[in-house]
């Protein structure tokens, strides 16, 4: 059961989600691309990850890689904008993410 929930390709779909993490957090750092530098990087980040999701979806159905992708995406960014920018966050949006979280170990076993 954990090699179903662990495996090469959702290794692939957690960097791209990460890429796709610091992507969001670059972009709403560059001020609406007022600092290009921030904004172009955070382009670079994006191809990255689609292109190590492009290969995860060799081995894993797509709707699970992108569901996969997405939910981390989700979780890492609200997360990451409450920590890092500041961004409030309330008591329901912690539940949601709590819930997320269960259904990426749903969708996975």
Known sequence: MISN???FSVLLVLCAAVLDIIANILL???NGFKRKSLGFIAL?????AFGLLSVAVKDLDLAVA???WGCFGILG???SGWIFL???MHKTAF???ALLM????????
Request: proline share 0%; with cysteine; glycine share 10%.
């Open 77 to 79: 960014t609200s997360l």
């Open 86 to 88: 500041g961004q409030k």
């Open 102 to 109: 269960c259904g990426i170990v749903l969708l996975r076993i």
């Open 44 to 48: 670079i980040c994006v191809a990255v």
């Open 95 to 97: 539940f949601g993410i």
């Open 66 to 68: 992108y569901a996969l």
């Open 5 to 7: 929930i662990f495996s």
């Open 28 to 30: 709403a750092k560059s």
